[in-house]
């Protein structure tokens, strides 16, 4: 791998996030946490020269779909290409402005080293279309990883934890450490598994639960009486409604609870 950045001189941008992966034993664990992997499409993320790549192909997937904007990094990637016929295409393009779904056939995982720059922002947006997927495999910096999974009344615990717990279990696999980069970056990193729900956790519409989860945490050292006034709605009936007390704070609320906490404020604002 070093041998191909050399070749394309590719030094790692900061702008596009680029801290690349090149330990060929963690890209083949990477791989293989995705699950069998011979019968699906395969969604790759800010492929990089292609360690990863090369990995996911190597370990039997069907088809592997690259999605790289770094010109150097996709005339590597297509170097690949001759050597795994008819099973890798690259898309070059802004991933935060395309959707996976339409690039890929199902059965379709997404296994990728995220950039940290957009990972959250890629991941809220893959929710919308959560069900289309079998699995995502992916890397994050460890304090995101521990948002995601983060149980109530710790201090991880969050809207993103709310957000992705709903529609999703997701699940630390492994830590990766810095000097498996180049550059290293300056923070552990995490492979998370995350697995759709057959169903939402608990019945919402996710924009109420946006806007229920921003208020309640943009001022989470508040008590929800006042946190929730943002809202626009009578909080004293909400929360008595959903049988939440007013002095308890976000990060006391379980995700069932903020789900009705959601339905209640969307009927209110309806009205």
């Known amino acids: 791998?070093?041998?191909?950045?050399?070749?394309?001189?590719?030094?790692?941008?900061?702008?596009?996030?680029?801290?690349?992966?090149?330990?060929?034993?963690?890209?083949?664990?990477?791989?293989?946490?995705?699950?069998?992997?011979?019968?699906?499409?395969?969604?790759?993320?800010?492929?990089?020269?292609?360690?990863?790549?090369?990995?996911?192909?190597?370990?039997?997937?069907?088809?592997?779909?690259?999605?790289?904007?770094?010109?150097?990094?996709?005339?590597?990637?297509?170097?690949?290409?001759?050597?795994?016929?008819?099973?890798?295409?690259?898309?070059?393009?802004?991933?935060?402005?395309?959707?996976?779904?339409?690039?890929?056939?199902?059965?379709?995982?997404?296994?990728?080293?995220?950039?940290?720059?957009?990972?959250?922002?890629?991941?809220?947006?893959?929710?919308?279309?959560?069900?289309?997927?079998?699995?995502?495999t992916l890397m994050f910096q460890r304090e995101v990883a521990e948002r995601l999974t983060a149980a109530p009344r710790s201090k991880s615990y969050g809207r993103l934890s709310v957000l992705v717990q709903w529609l999703t279990e997701p699940q630390i696999l492994f830590d990766v450490p810095p000097r498996a980069f180049v550059p290293p970056p300056a923070v552990t990193s995490s492979i998370v598994r995350i697995l759709p729900r057959a169903e939402p956790l608990a019945p919402a519409d996710k924009g109420a639960l946006e806007r229920v989860t921003a208020a309640a945490f943009g001022q989470r050292r508040k008590m929800l009486r006042s946190s929730l006034k943002t809202l626009g709605v009578p909080v004293e009936q909400l929360l008595k409604q959903a049988a939440v007390s007013p002095t308890a704070r976000a990060e006391e609320l379980t995700v069932a609870e903020f789900c009705a906490l959601a339905r209640l404020a969307a009927k209110l604002i309806g009205h």
Request: charged content about 20%; proline content about 6%; hydrophobic content about 50%.
């Open 1 to 136: 791998m070093r041998a191909v950045i050399a070749k394309h001189g590719i030094a790692a941008r900061k702008s596009l996030g680029q801290n690349f992966l090149l330990d060929l034993n963690l890209t083949g664990r990477i791989a293989r946490a995705a699950g069998p992997l011979a019968d699906t499409t395969v969604v790759e993320i800010g492929s990089g020269p292609g360690a990863l790549t090369r990995a996911l192909l190597a370990s039997g997937a069907k088809h592997v779909v690259a999605i790289e904007r770094d010109g150097r990094c996709l005339a590597a990637l297509a170097e690949l290409a001759p050597a795994f016929p008819g099973r890798l295409a690259l898309i070059a393009g802004d991933a935060l402005a395309l959707d996976p779904v339409d690039l890929s056939h199902a059965p379709r995982k997404i296994v990728a080293n995220l950039p940290y720059n957009v990972a959250t922002p890629l991941l809220l947006g893959w929710l919308d279309r959560i069900t289309e997927y079998e699995s995502l």
